[in-house]
């Protein structure tokens, strides 16, 4: 039987958590084409100890395909995998997180197979048979259901919005063999250099804290890196303090930085420009804190606390972490 | 340094996007163009090789309607040297769109064919990534920083939590994203130029993009909640309603 493939993925040696939500989405068009869901995890010798796990979420097959050439991320070697299996297996509909790595090798895969791509999908249905896709488009001022001429059928999948879910049953690991060799690959990583602490991206967090400009000073994100520990969030930023050097490009939340849409959401000292709201307004709930009552991000807004941040952040991790203990 | 960029013209970011009547476009009508943001990151790398270089040259290349010149002058005005405007009706996507551009890139010499990370209407992050596929050659994306020597490319992409370093050789495909390339204002002494810099136009061989479009929606709209208070003292209500009515903390 033909399966629908979902890209598991990882990073020195662990399965990532967006795999499972990868999974998940999978179950679900699968049960909708009445397909099995085979996953498959390329990595390092030894990545397949943990495989087994991605059953309780609903996959039928696990298929781990473990080489020193697949050891690191490289675009070159994972298409390669990918698409032969995906050729060999006949899978109508192949599943990416959106990630860096997932938004890297999604569009590759579909250029080499000849399928249609639907990126940062936010919901999957099958009907009739069909897969229609829902996704954002003009960072999800509107959002677009479409549907595809040609397969196979390659989606990537929002983070945060399919939640993994534990099914019955549980699937059955087997490797994968591959002859691919690295000094075949056309581009290589040499290195990677994780960011102080490998920290949580804002855009697979479930609760996200951003500031802005009301920050005054790059020194006082400390209080939204305290709040957000107390959270377990992931910290992001407007892209004023983004342009002004404060926080990295990599924590700018809006049009031009990365679409999120966590549970819980904190817009601190952020105004709410069009631009910003744009990539945070699908988040589940959004808190914010201002001291201007009228500021726009108000309106957006679950829960709005008017006042000094300087006054409510700390009063705020603080009671948090009494909460937590 | 011989570096192909793509750019698109797509409505502003602070554009309101209205659907159409037809549920299944966006009205153009009222809504300002400008040239992809992200676009200007890769026509700015571009630049700054070619004058750290001291020699090369810097084609602009858009797929669409001849309103697309537009973006293409802006683009010569901040400093490329010619542009190519591939003509195509309505707006093409994806697959559609690399095809154009693939086979429009097998007719010519280059070293690097930039893109930018995203179009920031369709946000589909996908055109460079498929061309270079087509191509056959080597890409990295979500670029923040290169180098080139000799033919050796080193290029830093953003992973989460991190960058990774990749390395390939001329030539290649990046993705550009904001980083190490400010985009710089074109100089009136730019925009005057760029009226008598060559512009080719032809028709676009465009694929299938794969993709049908069934219809267009606006989000749910956000109610405006409420105000659980000022200052500090609101702290505790504020928890409260997390905690009890929406259970996310
Ligand atoms: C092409 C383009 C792309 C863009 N893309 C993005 C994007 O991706 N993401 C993005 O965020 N923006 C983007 N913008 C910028 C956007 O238009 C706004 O300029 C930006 O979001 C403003 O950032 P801010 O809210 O931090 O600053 P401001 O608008 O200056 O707001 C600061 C807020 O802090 C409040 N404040 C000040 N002091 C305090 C205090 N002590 N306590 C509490 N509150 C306080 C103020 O009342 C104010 O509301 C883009 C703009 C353009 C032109
Ligand atoms: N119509 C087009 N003409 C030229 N380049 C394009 C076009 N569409 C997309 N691109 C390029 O591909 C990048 C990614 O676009 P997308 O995959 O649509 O998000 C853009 O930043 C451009 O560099």
């Given amino acids: 039987m033909p399966g629908v493939f979902a890209f598991i993925e990882s990073r020195d040696g662990e399965i990532r958590g967006v795999s499972h939500e990868v999974v998940t989405a999978a179950r679900t068009v699968a049960d909708g084409l009445g397909e ?262 108000f309106k957006v807004a679950d829960y709005g606390i008017v006042g000094d941040l300087f006054e409510v952040v700390p009063r705020l991790t603080e009671e948090i972490r009494k909460l937590r203990g | 340094m011989r570096a192909v960029v793509c750019v698109k013209r797509v409505p502003d970011t602070e554009a309101r996007i209205r659907i159409s009547e037809d549920a299944k476009t966006v009205d153009p009508g009222g809504v300002k163009f400008v040239l992809n943001p992200y676009d200007e990151f890769a026509v700015e790398a571009a630049l700054k090789h070619r004058e750290a270089a001291g020699e090369g040259e810097v084609t602009v290349l858009s797929v669409g309607t001849e309103e697309s010149i537009e973006v293409l002058r802006t683009a010569l005005a901040m400093g490329a040297d010619g542009a190519v405007l591939l003509r195509a009706d309505g707006s093409p996507e994806g697959l559609a769109v690399a095809s154009a551009i693939a086979s429009e890139l097998r007719g010519r010499e280059f070293d690097l064919a930039l893109f930018g990370m995203k179009a920031i209407d369709d946000d589909l992050q996908a055109v460079g990534p498929m061309v270079a596929e087509l191509l056959e050659l080597p890409s990295a994306t979500v670029v923040t920083e290169f180098s080139v020597e000799g033919d050796k490319v080193t290029a830093q992409r953003e992973i989460e939590g991190g960058m990774e370093v990749v390395e390939m050789t001329l030539p290649c495909v990046l993705t550009i994203t904001k980083g190490a390339y400010e985009p710089r204002y074109a100089s009136l002494k730019g925009i005057m130029a760029a009226k008598k810099k060559p512009l080719e136009e032809k028709d676009a061989e465009l694929g299938s993009s794969g993709i049908r479009s069934e219809s267009l929606a606006y989000p749910p709209e956000r109610k405006a909640g409420r105000i659980v208070g000022e200052g500090p003292d609101a702290v505790p209500e504020l928890l409260r309603l997390l905690r009890e009515e929406a259970k996310v903390v």
Avoid at chain 1, 75 to 82: K, L, R
Avoid at chain 1, 151 to 167: L, Q
Avoid at chain 1, 200 to 224: C, I, W, Y
């Fill in chain 1, 36 to 297: 099995e869901v085979h996953a498959v995890l390329p990595g390092a010798a030894g990545v397949g100890a943990e495989a087994a796990q991605l059953g309780k979420y609903g996959a039928d097959k696990i298929f781990v395909a473990e080489s020193e050439a697949l050891a690191r991320y490289s675009t070159d070697g994972y298409t390669a995998v990918i698409t032969d299996f995906i050729r060999e297996h006949g899978c109508r509909v192949a599943i990416f997180p959106s990630s860096a790595m997932g938004r890297d090798l999604a569009p590759r895969v579909a250029a080499r197979l000849g399928g249609g791509y639907a990126a940062e999908c936010t919901a999957l249905e099958v009907e009739d048979g069909q897969l229609v896709v829902t996704r954002p488009r003009y960072a999800g001022k509107v959002f677009a259901r479409e549907s595809f001429e040609s397969e196979p059928m390659v989606v990537s999948v929002r983070a945060n919005v399919f939640t993994p879910r534990e099914v019955e049953g549980g699937g059955a690991v087997e490797p994968l063999t591959s002859s691919l060799d690295a000094a075949d690959f056309g581009s290589i990583v040499r290195e990677i250099r994780a960011a102080a602490g490998e920290k949580l991206d804002v855009s697979e967090a479930s609760v996200v804290v951003s500031g802005g400009r009301g920050l005054r000073e790059p020194e006082n994100f400390k209080l939204l890196e305290e709040l957000a520990d107390a959270l377990g969030a992931a910290v992001g930023a407007s892209r004023a303090v983004v342009d002004a050097g404060w926080r990295p490009h990599a924590e700018q939340v809006g049009q031009t930085g990365k679409t999120v849409s966590p549970q819980l959401y904190f817009a601190i000292g952020i105004s709410g420009a069009i631009q910003h709201l744009a990539g945070m307004r699908t988040a589940r709930y959004i808190v914010a804190i201002n001291k201007d009552p009228e500021a726009p991000i």
